[in-house]
């Protein structure tokens, strides 16, 4: 990578520092470890004549961090060791792999949030973002609780508004159409028509209108059955055969056998063809009501567009429907009550949580004032500001941090007001108050020791070596004072090998970081008296 040839480096616990001279390829190390982030950052990454440059960044993770929860809703494998890979190649390709699985720059990035902090005199997001200082402010007063029960409550006001104003949005789309509800469910609950009522009805004014036409030879049918036609021959001839069956000697018992059945279905038919003719006989008014009926039903299911047999279903929908408008006034109401409760119960929450705030608040700005003064900036303000905001899920407190760096002068926006020295030192004292539960993410500080030198430069070695105490974090400074401090110490090398400069990092033990020390705090020429007074500064 640019002037990297090959290079591995381990960093440990604590506080881990990198030094080097100005050019020395401090800055790339950096750029090396945001290019595997997945930051944005420069493109020309890859050393001249080489086809590609290739960044891997082993972080243990504990368990409960929040990467495993990204790890798993992006479908990649877990576990205790999170291995992220990037590979530049030389035309501008980026390729990105999280545990030897190809990944999107954007899963990238969300791990990268849960992994790494970088802070310096250019970073315009986190601590110098407002958008951040409510989240900020709730973590350094631990407020986690007050904001799931806040949360809570917003949610159930979100939903008891929606149900409100669905109800009134169905009750107002109902009440469009009242008229129409009463009129039809009256004119349905008038016809009362039944399941298959239209099918009978069709029938019998078949049968009606046919009856007519056939009764006639019905009637005559019936008389020549009936005993003025053949049941009378019958019978004749019955009577005729039995007054000669005593001198016919026995041959007359077979035909008499026989006209016997034949009266008896002769009888059966006469009854059945009795019956059709009662039946066809009917009241000429009758089928005139029965046509009305039939009309009246196929009418109304012609008009809803429905089938007949459906008016009696399609007849109660619109009752349920009238019903709801009847009783959508007491809903409403009971809605509203529920809606009033659940707003009642936000703003409880939320004014406990903003007066828990402004406490915070205050409590922070001691701090921060505690933390400014061994940092020569005790005449410097710093105020947190909480006011009203428009309502949310976390209240309806917007925060700011803000600094005034001399008496009388006017407060403003940390990135604003304060100069490049100042900032970097308010940025290490927030950082200082706010670390509580940092102990998950590596912190790196870009040169924030800049311009500043002697008990003030000592008094940033040792806020960033009391952040180390339950976090890596690591720093870049020119600072001595500061790389004594630390608890692991690299020295970045910039050497020229057969015309091609390259550069490296090596690690120092106890004599080297004498030397190290003394060439930061007296230049190219180490005397002894530098060295011993390294020595004084990496005293314990």
């Known amino acids: 990578m640019l002037l990297i040839d090959r290079l591995e480096l381990g960093f440990q616990p604590g506080l881990n520092v990198l030094t080097g001279e100005t050019g020395a390829g401090k800055s790339i190390l950096l750029d090396c470890l945001g290019f595997v982030l997945g930051w944005r950052g420069r493109a020309e ?7 590609q440059g290739e960044v891997t960044a082993v972080f243990d993770l504990p368990p409960g961090h929040a990467a495993h929860a990204i790890l798993a809703e992006a479908g990649l494998p877990g576990g205790s060791e999170l291995i992220l890979r990037r590979v530049n190649a030389a035309d501008g390709r980026k390729t990105a792999f999280i545990n030897d699985r190809r990944a999107s720059g954007e899963v ?3 791990l990268a949030d849960t992994l790494v902090e970088l802070h310096g005199q250019h970073d315009d997001g986190g601590l110098l973002n407002p958008r951040g ?42 009440r ?33 209108q046919g009856a007519e036409k056939i009764r006639a030879d019905v009637a005559r049918a019936l008389s020549a059955l009936g005993s003025e036609g053949a049941e009378g021959v019958m019978r004749d001839a019955n009577r005729w055969l039995e007054g000669a069956a005593e001198k016919a000697e026995g041959r007359l018992e077979a ?40 009309f009246a039903i196929r009418a109304l299911a012609r008009k809803h567009g429905v089938l007949a047999d459906d008016l009696g279903d399609f007849a109660q929908g619109l009752r349920d429907r009238l019903a709801a408008l009847d009783g959508g006034a007491g809903q409403i109401k009971a809605l509203a009550a529920d809606l009033a409760t659940q707003e009642a119960s936000y703003d409880a929450r939320a004014a406990k949580l903003g007066l ?18 061994p940092l020569k900036m005790e005449r410097a303000v710093f105020a947190t500001h909480v006011s009203a905001a428009d309502p949310g899920p976390e209240g309806r407190d917007s925060v700011a941090f803000t600094v005034a760096t001399n008496p009388g002068a006017p407060a403003g926006p940390l990135n604003k007001i304060a100069s490049g020295g100042e900032l970097s030192r308010f940025l290490l004292a927030l950082k200082v108050c706010l670390s509580q539960g940092a102990d998950a993410l590596v912190m790196i500080f870009d040169e924030i020791d800049r311009g500043v030198g002697g008990a003030t430069a000592d008094a940033v070695g040792r806020r960033l070596a009391r ?16 790389a004594a401090r630390g608890g692991h110490h690299w020295r970045v090398e910039k050497k020229v090998s057969g015309g091609v400069t390259t550069s490296t990092v090596v690690p120092l033990a106890k004599a080297d970081r004498v030397d190290e020390i003394a060439r930061m705090l007296s230049g190219d020429r180490v005397t002894e008296a530098a060295r011993a007074a390294a020595s004084e500064l990496l005293t314990p």
């Open 356 to 373: 828990a705030r402004r406490a915070a608040a205050r409590r922070l700005d001691r701090a921060m004032a505690a933390e400014l003064a």
């Open 176 to 208: 469009t159409e009242e008229d129409f509800l009463r009129h039809a469910v009256k004119e349905l609950d008038q016809l009362a028509p039944e399941p298959g009522e239209e099918a009978s009805l069709d029938t019998r004014r078949r049968l009606m």
């Open 255 to 294: 035909p008499l056998a026989a006209l016997d059945r034949a009266l008896i279905e002769l009888g059966e038919a006469h009854q059945g063809v009795e019956k059709v003719l009662e039946a066809l006989s009917f009241d000429p008014y009758q089928l005139e009501a029965v046509e009305e009926r039939l």
């Open 108 to 110: 990238l990035r969300n």
């Open 45 to 51: 990454l890859v050393r001249a004549g080489a086809d």
């Open 467 to 482: 952040l180390a105490g339950g976090a890596q974090v690591l720093v870049v400074t020119h600072s001595p004072q500061v």
């Open 133 to 174: 200082h409510r989240v900020l402010l709730d973590a350094f007063a631990g407020h986690d609780a007050d904001l799931a029960d806040l949360r809570a409550a917003w949610t159930a006001c979100t939903a008891a508004r929606r149900r409100l104003t669905e109800a009134e949005a169905a009750l107002d789309a109902v």
